[in-house]
């Protein structure tokens, strides 16, 4: 089911009215408009709908509930759904994310690396969790932070909750720009069987298997994925393995998880756009043709979680990541990065809720890091110098603890606080005299209210900190003979106030204003990792979902952000490569066919507004749109479904950089198109 309160409540006054309207056909002339202008981005889209059931329990909460999901917290939150994922047209992972309001979602294009998820003008600005298992990588030679979440497949997830700001104590290193928790599976409906051709030379093929009905319950995922590319040298392979298994424990559920995935990519590089635009150089063209990329990752977690939300969580794991990047920026040389670790955790929380009002969460977290990230110059793949070399150990134990507590019953009270400490013991083997190792800690925060005056009608506001730890390359530099191991986290501040509302039943509201102050901001520019100073950011985010039916709904969404650099005072000017507005915009329609058949469409368009490309904003990307859809025709258990994304612009990408006063681009088609089978079983 994927309906919200309004279908709930038939015997209202407003509930009446509205059916003597849908009668008189109105909205079915009115679909028919609509349906005529969508391809004009007129509308966007909110991915959270306001309740959904899946088997028989209910997975999005009401803001003003107690609960330990997300969707509670006094913040801006999105859920996105399985039902929503089987909508919508996913090619790449980053497409998951794309109907998010503010959501700044970056494809390289040059294999499964360096692909960005940020909001709120971070670029990379989400600490990623899977089941509870961070995926950030600290110290990661191509940005510390990097959260590789590519393997994840629309198969393999319940759901996903996208937390807005630092908000929530549950989440420590990374949540700058928020938190991304994506929960996989333990009870699958149904089994599928997937097989999907595209253009390019893609062919996938997805099984993923459950059965409640087997003690202990199991529920694997197998892919195999192949691409030829449309750039030159821009290949991909994957294979992946995706194990979990699920069985009672007393009053609880025990979850052991094992995945592996494998890949090996080729990397077109990045082309001056002012050579594209005089022909110097063709859109297919790959830099360098011995570009490329190969990783490996094994996880092991365990999870054990109480029947309902109260009681005691663990989740326990440990992970090898093997990374290995060979890239071109011309006119440096050719760079290879390699990162490998070794890491291990906990997560341990204990929710005692003596009633629906009141929630009080006590828990624990750590995190051991052991690994190396080194960087070369190189001629054809071929070792000239090293100029990176670190062998790093990170040591990360937090406490952390948040009260939900309703005072009465519109108006509910959230504080949160978390305290971390990291110990470093690195080696710098290009600099042996800024080897050492230190200690830092950060206390982080957090206060929230959301006043609920009405029915569905809900008023929030917090204040929050995040942050990130240290970096080696702060740390111990490459370059020059310095160290501190005793560098405190960088510290991010940030405010919120918003609404969140359903409206005569059919429309969903949400809209959120913020501000934040951030310390020590790093990012990538080109080949290097660059801290840019203290920044500040303000901006806005507001999304509507009009539900005409239960069978179509129109949405809109649009975000401003203005991110600026105000320290030091030679840097100050603008955050580069930071849209200055977001707009998305769809409808999504299902039509019956039958008792046993319907078709369903999802249309929508993504608009990233006008982007400075360096600091004093005089070089910058124009605005641009794409567009993205989905025909899925059902019938029993098969569906055949067919997607296309359109780019229509020649010289501009998501992929658009200046990297050594050079505008680059990545190249994309201006169609591409999948077809593609699924089988129920």
Not at 50 to 58: C, K
Not at 267 to 295: C, I, M, Q
Not at 494 to 517: A, M, Q
Not at 562 to 583: C, L, M
């Amino acid at each position: 089911m994927n309906k919200g309160y309004y279908l709930k409540d038939r015997n209202s006054r407003v509930s009446k009215i509205w059916n003597m309207v849908l009668k008189s056909g109105v909205f079915v002339k009115l679909a028919n408009v609509v349906l005529t202008i969508t391809a004009t981005p007129l509308f966007a889209k909110v991915t959270h709908i306001p309740e959904i059931e899946i088997v028989g329990e209910r997975i999005l909460r009401d803001k003003a509930e107690v609960s330990i999901q997300a969707e509670t917290l006094p913040a801006s939150v999105q859920v996105i759904t399985s039902e929503n994922l089987e909508r919508t047209n996913i090619r790449h992972y980053t497409d998951i994310y794309r109907k998010i309001p503010g959501m700044k979602v970056i494809y390289m294009g040059q294999g499964e690396v360096g692909d960005r998820l940020g909001t709120r003008g971070f670029w990379n600005g989400f600490a990623v969790f899977v089941d509870g298992v961070p995926l950030n990588m600290p110290h990661h030679m191509h940005l510390h932070g990097l959260a590789d979440a590519a393997w994840i497949l629309p198969e393999m997830i319940e759901k996903i909750e996208i937390i807005k700001g630092p908000f929530s104590a549950l989440y420590g290193n990374f949540a700058l720009g928020g938190a991304i928790n994506i929960i996989t599976k333990k009870e699958p409906k149904i089994s599928t069987l997937r097989s999907e051709l595209g253009s390019y030379g893609t062919m996938q093929g997805v099984v993923a298997y459950g059965n409640k009905n087997v003690k202990p319950m199991p529920f694997l995922v197998y892919e195999v994925f192949k691409r030829d590319g449309y750039r030159d040298n821009s290949y991909l392979t994957r294979y992946n393995a995706f194990n979990k298994i699920t069985f009672p424990v007393g009053d609880k559920k025990l979850s052991l998880r094992l995945n592996y995935v494998k890949r090996e990519w080729g990397a077109p590089g990045y082309l001056s756009k002012d050579d594209l635009k005089r022909g110097l150089v063709k859109r297919e063209e790959a830099v360098d043709r011995t570009d490329d990329g190969h990783s490996e990752y094994l996880h092991f977690v365990l999870n054990l979680a109480p029947r309902e939300e109260k009681g005691l969580h663990v989740t326990i794991y440990g992970a090898y990541e093997d990374f290995v990047r060979v890239a071109t920026f011309r006119p440096s040389p050719q760079r290879i990065e390699h990162n490998r670790r070794n890491f291990y955790g906990w997560n341990l929380l204990y929710n005692y809720m003596p009633s629906k009002s009141l929630s009080f969460i006590l828990g624990t977290d750590g995190r051991f890091d052991d690994g190396t990230a080194k960087r070369h110059n190189s001629i054809r793949r071929k070792i000239t110098a090293t100029t990176h070399s670190w062998d790093v150990e990170e040591l990360n134990l937090g406490l952390f603890t948040q009260l939900q507590w309703k005072l009465i019953e519109k108006l509910k009270l959230i504080g949160g606080l978390r305290y971390d400490y990291f110990h470093f013991d690195v080696k710098n083997r290009i600099r042996l005299g800024n080897s050492g190792d230190g200690d830092t800690d950060i206390l982080s925060p957090k206060v929230g209210i959301v006043f609920s005056p009405l029915k569905n009608i809900h008023f929030y506001t917090n204040y929050g900190t995040g942050f990130r730890s240290p970096y080696m390359q702060e740390m111990s530099p490459h370059d020059r003979d310095y160290k501190n191991y005793n560098l405190d986290p960088a510290k991010l501040m940030s405010w919120d106030i918003g609404i969140k509302g359903i409206l005569f039943e059919r429309v969903d509201l949400n809209i959120n204003f913020y501000k934040t102050k951030m310390e020590r901001e790093i990012t990538r520019i080109g080949p290097d990792v660059v801290n840019l100073g203290e920044s500040e950011r303000d901006g806005y985010e507001g999304e509507v979902t009009f539900y005409v039916t239960d069978k179509l709904s129109i949405w809109f969404n649009y975000a401003k952000v203005k991110a600026r650099i105000v320290n030091p005072p030679a840097n100050r000017g603008k955050v580069t490569n930071v849209p200055k507005e977001y707009i998305n915009a769809g409808i999504e329609w299902t039509m019956p066919l039958g008792s046993k058949a319907n078709l369903s469409f999802d249309f929508y368009t993504q608009i990233y507004g006008k982007t400075p490309l360096n600091s004093s904003g005089t070089v910058n990307r124009g605005s641009f749109a794409k567009y993205y859809g989905k025909l899925n025709l059902n019938y029993d258990r098969f569906t055949l479904y067919g997607g296309v994304i359109f780019h229509p612009e020649k010289y501009k990408s998501e992929g658009h950089f200046l990297v050594n006063n050079i505008e680059v681009i990545d190249p994309r088609p201006k169609w591409d198109v999948n077809l593609g089978l699924k089988y129920k079983f």
